[in-house]
């Protein structure tokens, strides 16, 4: 990674339950927050999250966005 690299990451770090870091620049963290608010607003894709993964993870969902600064 060059310094460029260093300096356009940022310091947001998300961790799944195996303790794996995830790097997240400015435009990924644009991108999943949009994607979250169109996901969270949307019934038909909670209905979709619920069937695939589970009723909680509408809840991480939506602990995730208000951590990433969504209201």
């Known amino acids: 990674m060059n310094t460029n690299d260093k300096t356009n ?3 947001v770090e ?3 339950k195996t303790g794996a870091l995830l ?3 400015k435009e990924e963290r644009k ?3 949009e994607l979250l608010l169109m996901a969270m607003n949307s ?3 909670k209905s979709y999250i619920v069937k695939k ?3 909680n993870y509408i ?3 939506a602990s995730l966005l208000k951590t ?3 209201s």
Request: no cysteine; hydrophobic share 40%; aromatic share 0%.
């Open 23 to 25: 790097m997240l620049n």
């Open 31 to 33: 991108l999943i927050r």
């Open 59 to 61: 809840e991480v969902g």
């Open 43 to 45: 019934e038909s894709v």
């Open 9 to 11: 990451r940022t310091d």
């Open 53 to 55: 993964l589970g009723k």
């Open 68 to 70: 990433m600064g969504a």
């Open 14 to 16: 998300l961790s799944d």
